[in-house]
Nanobody
Framework: VQLQASGGGLVQAGGSLKLSCAAS????????VGWFRQAPGKDYEFVAA????????LSADSVKGRFTISRDNTENTVYLEMNNLKAEDTGVYSC???????????????????WGIGTLVTVSS
């Protein structure tokens, strides 16, 4: 079971990036997937999550209206499209898989069993 985040980079404030979380060794469509980020010197912060059936998504207040999470189960990949990026969005973004079906619980890191290697997003102001 592996998850690999990619798509990070350096972008100016106001710019956009699209992150990918590719799953291998398992069918990502059977799991909820969440994105978390960790800024330098800070703890992990929940960003967004999408349940197995993708009927609703969950986002942190700090990214609502700017970030969109989606999934393509045929590609076994979950995406995080980030628009209007701000300096405070800087951090390492990691994706993780969860078996929980309770949407609200996906804000908690403890609900995730499999974590991927993160990708660095740097937003210059």
């Amino acid at each position: 079971v592996q998850l690999q985040a990619s798509g990070g980079g350096l972008v100016q404030a106001g710019g956009s990036l699209k992150l990918s979380c590719a799953a291998s060794g398992f069918a990502a469509g059977r799991y909820a997937v969440g994105w978390f980020r960790q800024a330098p010197g800070k703890d992990y912060e929940f960003v967004a999550a999408i349940p197995r059936n993708s009927d609703r998504t969950l986002s942190a207040d700090s990214v609502k209206g700017r970030f969109t999470i989606s999934r393509d189960n045929t590609e076994n990949t979950v995406y995080l499209e980030m628009n209007n990026l701000k300096a405070e969005d800087t951090g390492v973004y990691s994706c993780a898989a969860s078996k929980t079906i309770i949407l609200s619980s996906l804000r908690s890191r403890s609900m995730y069993a499999a974590w991927g290697i993160g990708t660095l997003v740097t937003v210059s102001s």
